[in-house]
T-cell receptor, first 112, second 111 residues
Framework: EAGVAQSPRYKIIEKRQSVAFWCNPISGHATLYWYQQILGQGPKLLIQFQNNGVVDDSQLPKDRFSAERLKGVDSTLKIQPAKLEDSAVYLC??????????FGPGTRLTVL | GEDVEQSLFLSVREGDSSVINCTYTDSSSTYLYWYKQEPGAGLQLLTYIFSNMDMKQDQRLTVLLNKKDKHLSLRIADTQTGDSAIYFCAEKTSGTYKYIFGTGTRLKVLA
């Protein structure tokens, strides 16, 4: 079974630029999560999808972050415009039932 | 509120046992998890325990849950250098799909 795929693996941008991350979950997994992991901290949930509907986006900074999961499979997370404090690893995870989740390798974002 | 705490560092000698501890605050947690993160990688699910269990063993890993004290531990027997990583505990609240992660414990195994 293929794991969760994410791209790109690394991204360096300047502040005020835009950036987008892509996630392809494990086949058949209805639940998809985006997390932000700042260096030295645990992952913090940004948004959670169940199929193509949003379950929880309470910690998503909606003035600059957006996410979508069209057709209930792949998902994209966008930051526009980026700030220095957005430098982090962005992790995507998926799960079948919500009792377990499996993580992708993450995208490391550096904002200069 | 929801909070998960872990000690930051643990250092052990190869072949010894490691015990990583975690405390949580949400008494309605139904599942508690241990994840391993190696440098530059995502989180790998190691094991999890349902809240009505006290203990779960899986090869070299033993999870102990003290629900009264809201304390979770992960014991790694015969620790190897390949076990060096950051270990995160996480809880999932009943009725939601929301996971709360601790800050992680960096395990260093000395040869």
């Amino acid at each position: 079974e293929a794991g969760v795929a994410q791209s790109p693996r690394y991204k360096i941008i300047e502040k005020r630029q835009s950036v987008a991350f892509w996630c392809n979950p494990i086949s058949g997994h209805a639940t998809l999560y985006w997390y932000q992991q700042i260096l030295g901290q645990g992952p913090k949930l940004l948004i959670q999808f169940q199929n193509n509907g949003v379950v929880d986006d309470s910690q998503l900074p909606k003035d600059r972050f957006s996410a979508e999961r069209l057709k209930g499979v792949d998902s994209t997370l966008k930051i526009q415009p980026a700030k220095l404090e957005d430098s982090a690893v962005y992790l995507c995870a998926s799960g079948r039932s919500g009792d377990t989740q499996y993580f992708g390798p993450g995208t490391r974002l550096t904002v200069l | 509120g929801e909070d998960v705490e872990q000690s930051l560092f643990l250092s052990v000698r190869e072949g010894d046992s490691s015990v990583i501890n975690c405390t949580y605050t949400d008494s309605s947690s139904t599942y508690l998890y241990w994840y391993k993160q190696e440098p530059g990688a995502g989180l790998q699910l190691l094991t999890y325990i349902f809240s009505n269990m006290d203990m779960k063993q899986d090869q070299r890993l033993t999870v102990l849950l003290n629900k009264k004290d809201k304390h979770l531990s992960l014991r790694i027997a015969d620790t190897q250098t390949g076990d060096s990583a950051i270990y995160f505990c996480a809880e999932k609240t009943s009725g939601t799909y929301k996971y709360i992660f601790g800050t992680g414990t960096r395990l260093k195994v000395l040869a």
